[in-house]
């Protein structure tokens, strides 16, 4: 008998028929992301089921290809090889554009970290003395500079997600409520107070830029201080009109080569002319124990000014690409160690050698003043005119990278409610009326820049505090571990000394008996 065999036919299994699936989240590598070339609409739904960097397939395997890709691209999302998008990012002036390097880094470090605040580095050496405030110097130098290297690896700390900006990852580390509080009125404070510190100092220098050029037998009718403050806040506004942080890395290679020359000048010509007659180097001998502690707190808030800055460490990391191969904290870092290099090379021979030239005759406004009041006559017209102009041309510059987190945040509240980018004759706008408060602050305050102590107690927990606490509650460390002791010993102390350094501030502005000059700028 024969076997019989039987045959069992498998029915293909029904397709079911395609459903429209909710569009997944914009991703994409960040190196080709939030480029003006791309979109100015990445909001708008694609037209048709084609999936973005996806290839079309005209043989039958397109289906099952293009599928395995969909979920390749997936996976690495959830790995974190890919970036999900916030599509608001590429409306901003920060993230507007992932083009930027590590000589962009560079420009826009050395722009941010020197300035009119290391002119008076001089002042603090008059309370703490040679030892200790080279020892200060030194440390603040080292510890602020830890400080970055933790902000450029918490850049992507979480998988798939960069902070782009100082507030976002002071959310992620404190919470949404707690890390706004701590983070927002610093960082602001910071932007929007430097630029006015910049219009005071820029616009005095124009007015003894002109003086020098004019000289003493000059017709024309000079124009007042707040006239000045005026037309340094009607170019830089102008100046301001660069869309980006990427677009300003011009400016900025102008604002670093200026910082470097100024300084470089300024301490040069202190330091080769004769010192004058009663010049010491003793400390300041107060009138009381309490009076000489706050000094010194008021001498540590100098230095820690000297050093702010990192509220724009994040966004200028933001505008690079960022990929699997090639993080974008290796280019930053290296532009930051070239940065500091260059910054450390400048403030410390401010420092030591105006101190050396002028000891305790130094005035509170910084070794700028010095060398006009002491060296005013023995230095050529065409060297102090130099000067002026020098400074002048590097705070225009750095007005514009400091008001960057400003124009950011202003923009950000446009986007965020009508879900579209600004037009440009809004960001125009937006830019002019921040030019316009901080003119009339500078005009209503123009002693602000002589509160360098009380600014940088203010701004000290943002340079040398928040980023010690971020790395515990990111990273993690292992409790107790050596790593894990030092970032919370350095946060405890610089939360501690932010307190006692603007106590310290107030404190020399009652003691000293500094006038407040409301709406009159001299």
């Known amino acids: ?62 289906s099952p290809m293009r599928k395995a890709i969909i979920n390749m691209r997936g996976y690495l999302e959830d790995m974190g090889h890919l970036t999900k998008l916030d599509p608001q990012d590429a409306w901003l002036p920060i993230t507007e554009s992932r083009n930027g390097n590590a000589f962009y880094s560079a420009f826009h470090n050395v722009t941010a970290g020197i300035g009119v605040q290391a002119l008076v580095l001089p002042v603090a050496f008059t309370f703490l003395g040679w030892t200790w405030g080279i020892l200060c110097l030194c440390f603040a130098f080292s510890w602020q500079l830890y400080t970055l290297w933790i902000l450029t690896q918490l850049h992507e700390s979480v998988p798939g997600t960069r902070y782009g900006r100082y507030i976002q990852l002071s959310r992620a580390a404190f919470g949404e409520k707690l890390g706004t509080w701590l983070a927002l009125f610093p960082t602001m404070y910071l932007s929007a107070g430097t630029c006015t510190a910049l219009i005071i100092i820029g616009g005095g220098s124009m007015k003894l830029f002109f003086e020098n050029i004019c000289g003493t037998k000059c017709e024309s009718q000079p124009l007042t201080t707040i006239e000045w403050y005026l037309v340094f806040v009607c170019l830089a506004v102008v100046l301001a009109q660069l869309p980006n942080l990427n677009s300003i890395a011009g400016v900025s290679l102008i604002g670093a080569i200026t910082a470097v020359s100024y300084c470089t000048l300024i301490w040069v010509v202190s330091i080769s002319k004769s010192r004058p007659m009663g010049v010491s180097y003793d400390p300041i001998r107060a009138r009381s124990d309490t009076a000489r502690v706050f000094g010194i707190l008021n001498a540590i808030g100098i230095i820690a000014f000297a050093f702010r800055g990192h509220n724009l460490v994040l966004e200028i990391q933001s505008t690079m690409p960022s990929t699997l191969k ?8 290296k532009g930051v160690k070239f940065a500091y290099l260059v910054i450390g090379m400048c403030l410390f021979p401010i420092a030591l050698g105006g101190y050396w030239a002028y000891g305790n005759l130094i005035p509170a406004s910084g070794i700028l003043t010095a060398m006009y009041s002491f060296h005013g006559k023995d230095t050529s017209r065409a060297v102090l005119g130099l000067t002026s102009l020098l400074v002048v041309i590097n705070c225009l510059s750095s007005f514009q990278i400091y008001a960057m987190p400003v124009f950011d945040n202003l923009e950000s ?20 009326f921040f030019g316009a408060v901080s003119f009339f602050i500078a005009t209503a305050f123009p002693f602000l820049s002589s509160l360098a102590g009380l600014i940088g107690g203010i701004a000290l927990p943002v340079t040398l505090a928040y980023p010690c606490f971020m790395w515990n509650l990111i990273k993690k460390p292992e409790r107790y571990s050596a790593i894990w002791y030092m970032n919370l010993g350095l946060g405890s102390l610089g939360m501690v000394l932010s307190v006692l350094v603007v106590a310290g501030g107030v404190w020399s502005i009652l003691d000293t008996g500094f006038k407040l000059r409301f709406f009159k700028p001299q």
């Open 1 to 62: 008998m024969e076997d019989v065999v039987e045959v069992v036919s498998i029915p293909v299994t029904p397709r079911t028929p395609r459903t429209a699936a909710p569009t997944p989240p914009i991703s994409a590598p960040p190196s080709n992301l939030h480029s003006p070339s791309l979109t100015r609409s990445p909001l708008l739904p694609p037209s048709g089921p084609k999936t973005p960097r996806t290839p079309r397939f005209i043989t039958p395997l397109a």
């Open 326 to 333: 090639h993080p974008s904290h290796i280019p930053m870092w």
């Open 413 to 432: 509240g446009y986007t965020s409610k009508h879900n579209k980018p600004c037009p440009w004759w809004l960001r125009s706008g937006f830019r002019a």
